[in-house]
C-alpha cells in the first residue's frame, strides 16, 4: 500500500485537496501550523468566487452564506465606464462574495480528522519513491508525495529550494465593511489618483454592514494610521457614489506583492495556490486561481492512485504544472496589464484607453470572452 500524501497548509486550498482526496479513499494528512481549527472571529476579509469555484466546493458539501453580484460597474479616473450585467450576458450570476473565515471554517470542518495541528515540515528527505519527512511537534512520516499549499510564504518552496520571480507593488490593500445605500447585487471599482477602491455586496452581517471594501493605495502615501487615512480620504469616492460611506469595522492592511514560481514540482514535492503563485487583488481571482488548480492536481492524482494507463506520480504532477502554469502566468500578467492602463496619466493612453472602453463597453461578445475567463469557464 502507497504510503500518504501530505499536505502543508490547511488553508481553503489544502483542505479543499483534503476533503477530494479523501472522497476517492485517497488517504492524507494536512500539516498546520495554527494550533486548532480557525475560530470564526475576523469577519472583514471576503472573497469572490467564480461559477468554478462554487462549483467545485458544492461538490465537497460546501455551502455557505454569499451574495449573488450580477451587475460590475468599472470606472477609470476620467468617469469612463465599463459594464457587466448578467442579464446582458446570459447569466444568473457574475460572482458570489463570501465571507473569507466562513468558508475557511466550513471546509477545514470537513476534514478535521486528518489535521495535525500547531506543526510544520521541518525536512524534506527523498527517498527512491517515496519522501521521508521531519515534522515540528510530530513524528516522522513516510509520504508518497508533499503537497506544498501554505499560501504566500511556503516553507516547503524554501525547503525544496524552487526559484521564483517576485514583484512588488509598493501598495497597500487596506480593507473593511461598511454600510451603503446601494444596490445589494452591484459590485463598484474605481480607478483613481487616489488608489483602485473596489465595493463588493456581503451578506449583510449583525451591524448591518453591507459591502466590504478593498481599497489598493501607493505605500509611499500612507503617512497616517490605516483607520485615520480612511476617515480622512474616503470623501472622495463618496461624492463620486453621491452616498455616505459608513465605515463599520476595523481597517486591516496587507502590503501587495505578486510572484510566480518557475517550476511547481521538485521531485514528488508540488506547489499549489498562493503556495505556487499570488497575483495583485484588483480582479479578485486568487482563490479561484487556487482551487481550479487543485482541482486539476487531485485529477491528475485520482488518475494516479486508480492505476489509469499505469500512470506515475511524476507524470501526473507533469500534467498538472503543463495544464496550470500557463494560465497562471497569463492571468498574472493581466492584472499587471490592467494596472498600467487603468493606473496611467499619461494622456495620449488615456484617450486610447477612453476609446477602447467605449468600444467594449457596447461589445457583449468580447465581455462575454472577459467574462468566461473571470467564471473560470476555460479549463485545459
Ligand atoms: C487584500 C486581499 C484581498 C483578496 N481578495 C480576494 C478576493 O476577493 N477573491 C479571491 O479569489 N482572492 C482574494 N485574495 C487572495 C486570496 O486570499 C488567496 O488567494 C487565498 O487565500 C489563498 O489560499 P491558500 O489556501 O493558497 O493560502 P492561505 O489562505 O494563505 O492559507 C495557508 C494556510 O497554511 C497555513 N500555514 C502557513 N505557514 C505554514 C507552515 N509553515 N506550515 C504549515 N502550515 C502553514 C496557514 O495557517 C493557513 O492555514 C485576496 C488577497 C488579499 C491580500
Same mark, same amino acid.
Given at each position: 500500500?502507497?504510503?500518504?500524501?501530505?499536505?502543508?497548509?490547511?488553508?481553503?486550498?489544502?483542505?479543499?485537496?483534503?476533503?477530494?482526496?479523501?472522497?476517492?479513499?485517497?488517504?492524507?494528512?494536512?500539516?498546520?501550523?495554527?494550533?486548532?481549527?480557525?475560530?470564526?472571529?475576523?469577519?472583514?476579509?471576503?472573497?469572490?468566487? !467564480? *461559477? =468554478?469555484? #462554487?462549483?467545485?466546493? /458544492?461538490?465537497?458539501?460546501?455551502?455557505? +452564506? @454569499?451574495? $449573488?453580484?450580477?451587475?460590475?460597474?468599472?470606472?477609470?479616473?476620467?468617469?469612463?465606464?465599463?459594464?457587466?450585467?448578467?442579464?446582458?450576458?446570459?447569466?444568473?450570476?457574475?460572482?458570489?462574495?463570501?465571507?473569507?473565515?466562513?468558508?475557511?471554517?466550513?471546509?477545514?470542518?470537513?476534514? !478535521? *480528522? =486528518?489535521? #495535525?495541528?500547531?506543526? /510544520?515540515?521541518?525536512?524534506?528527505?527523498? +527517498? @527512491?519513491? $517515496?519522501?521521508?519527512?521531519?515534522?515540528?511537534?510530530?513524528?516522522?512520516?513516510?509520504?508518497?508525495?508533499?503537497?506544498?499549499?501554505?499560501?504566500?510564504?511556503?516553507?516547503?518552496?524554501?525547503?525544496?529550494?524552487?526559484?521564483?520571480?517576485?514583484?512588488?507593488?509598493?501598495?497597500?490593500?487596506?480593507?473593511?465593511?461598511?454600510?451603503?445605500?446601494?444596490?445589494?447585487?452591484?459590485?463598484?471599482?474605481?480607478?483613481?489618483?487616489?488608489?483602485?477602491?473596489?465595493?463588493?455586496?456581503?451578506?449583510?452581517?449583525?451591524?448591518?454592514?453591507?459591502?466590504?471594501?478593498?481599497?489598493?493605495?501607493?505605500?509611499?502615501?500612507?503617512?497616517?494610521?490605516?483607520?485615520?487615512?480612511?476617515?480622512?480620504?474616503?470623501?472622495?469616492?463618496?461624492?463620486?457614489?453621491?452616498?455616505?460611506?459608513?465605515?463599520?469595522?476595523?481597517?486591516?492592511?496587507?502590503?501587495?506583492?505578486?510572484?510566480?514560481?518557475?517550476?511547481?514540482?521538485?521531485?514528488?514535492?508540488?506547489?499549489?495556490?498562493?503556495?505556487?503563485?499570488?497575483?495583485?487583488?484588483?480582479?479578485?481571482?486568487?482563490?479561484?486561481?487556487?482551487?481550479?488548480?487543485?482541482?486539476?492536481?487531485?485529477?491528475?492524482?485520482?488518475?494516479?492512485?486508480?492505476?489509469?494507463?499505469?500512470?506515475?506520480?511524476?507524470?501526473?504532477?507533469?500534467?498538472?504544472?503543463?495544464?496550470?502554469?500557463?494560465?497562471?502566468?497569463?492571468?498574472?500578467?493581466?492584472?499587471?496589464?490592467?494596472?498600467?492602463?487603468?493606473?496611467?496619466?499619461?494622456?495620449?493612453?488615456?484617450?486610447?484607453?477612453?476609446?477602447?472602453?467605449?468600444?467594449?463597453?457596447?461589445?457583449?461578445?468580447?465581455?462575454?470572452?472577459?467574462?468566461?475567463?473571470?467564471?473560470?469557464?476555460?479549463?485545459?
Amino acid at each position: 500500500m502507497r504510503p500518504p500524501i501530505i499536505i502543508s497548509g490547511g488553508g481553503i486550498i489544502g483542505s479543499y485537496i483534503s476533503s477530494r482526496l479523501s472522497r476517492h479513499n485517497i488517504k492524507n494528512y494536512v500539516v498546520e501550523k495554527r494550533p486548532q481549527l480557525l475560530e470564526k472571529s475576523n469577519k472583514i476579509r471576503t472573497l469572490t468566487l !467564480n *461559477k =468554478n469555484s #462554487i462549483e467545485l466546493l /458544492e461538490k465537497e458539501g460546501v455551502i455557505i +452564506k @454569499n451574495q $449573488n453580484v450580477t451587475n460590475i460597474n468599472v470606472f477609470d479616473e476620467d468617469e469612463n465606464k465599463l459594464t457587466f450585467n448578467a442579464n446582458e450576458l446570459k447569466l444568473k450570476s457574475i460572482a458570489k462574495v463570501v465571507v473569507f473565515d466562513d468558508l475557511q471554517h466550513a471546509i477545514e470542518t470537513k476534514i !478535521n *480528522k =486528518n489535521i #495535525i495541528y500547531d506543526s /510544520e515540515i521541518s525536512k524534506i528527505n527523498q +527517498k @527512491n519513491s $517515496n519522501l521521508d519527512l521531519e515534522i515540528k511537534n510530530h513524528s516522522p512520516i513516510s509520504a508518497s508525495l508533499l503537497i506544498g499549499s501554505e499560501g504566500r510564504n511556503s516553507n516547503v518552496a524554501s525547503l525544496s529550494n524552487i526559484k521564483k520571480d517576485v514583484k512588488n507593488y509598493h501598495q497597500i490593500a487596506l480593507t473593511f465593511l461598511a454600510r451603503i445605500d446601494l444596490d445589494e447585487h452591484t459590485a463598484i471599482q474605481y480607478f483613481s489618483d487616489n488608489g483602485i477602491f473596489a465595493i463588493l455586496p456581503i451578506p449583510v452581517d449583525r451591524l448591518g454592514n453591507n459591502f466590504s471594501i478593498v481599497w489598493s493605495i501607493d505605500s509611499s502615501k500612507l503617512l497616517l494610521n490605516t483607520k485615520d487615512f480612511v476617515n480622512e480620504n474616503i470623501t472622495f469616492f463618496e461624492k463620486k457614489l453621491d452616498q455616505k460611506i459608513n465605515i463599520g469595522s476595523e481597517v486591516l492592511n496587507f502590503n501587495l506583492s505578486s510572484h510566480h514560481f518557475f517550476d511547481y514540482i521538485s521531485g514528488l514535492t508540488v506547489l499549489i495556490g498562493d503556495a505556487a503563485h499570488s497575483i495583485h487583488p484588483l480582479a479578485g481571482q486568487g482563490i479561484n486561481l487556487g482551487l481550479a488548480d487543485a482541482d486539476i492536481l487531485c485529477e491528475e492524482l485520482i488518475k494516479t492512485f486508480n492505476n489509469v494507463n499505469n500512470y506515475s506520480i511524476s507524470e501526473g504532477l507533469k500534467s498538472y504544472e503543463l495544464r496550470r502554469k500557463t494560465l497562471n502566468k497569463i492571468m498574472r500578467s493581466s492584472m499587471d496589464l490592467l494596472l498600467l492602463i487603468f493606473s496611467n496619466r499619461y494622456r495620449p493612453i488615456n484617450f486610447i484607453r477612453a476609446i477602447g472602453l467605449k468600444g467594449l463597453n457596447k461589445s457583449n461578445t468580447i465581455k462575454n470572452i472577459f467574462i468566461k475567463h473571470a467564471l473560470g469557464e476555460y479549463r485545459v
